[in-house]
């Protein structure tokens, strides 16, 4: 790949720019659907630590250690606890960024958190 001024150039030509207004053009459309995000983020919180506490007693072991070693000594309310903290931070992040940018931060939550869901859900389903 050679750069030559604006144009990177490899088998094909593409404006730097492009780049640039692809990703705009997707934090815009992310944008529309934030609230739907934060909800989405609100539910996987309460659905993770139910379903953690589910798998806690039918024998199944926190993945995270320093998880792990605070349930065992303050019990599943901690796991709650951390993440209501985690999502009063990710609030103040939010009110931080623009309207565009702002929108990672529900979409940076609800990824792994969906994906936590579906693990648990999956494992319980398997015992």
Known sequence: MVAEGDVFTTDRTVLIGTIDGWCSALLDELA???RELWLVV???LIVDVWLTHIGLQHGLHEGNPVMRAAIETFGI???G???I???GLAGLT????SDQRGVVVPLGLALPWVAAVVINAALLVSL
Not at 94 to 97: D, T
């Open 32 to 34: 529309a659907v934030e």
């Open 81 to 83: 606890l951390t993440k």
């Open 85 to 87: 903290g985690v999502l």
């Open 42 to 44: 609100a539910v996987t």
């Open 94 to 97: 939010r009110q931080l960024l």
């Open 77 to 79: 309310a901690v796991l």
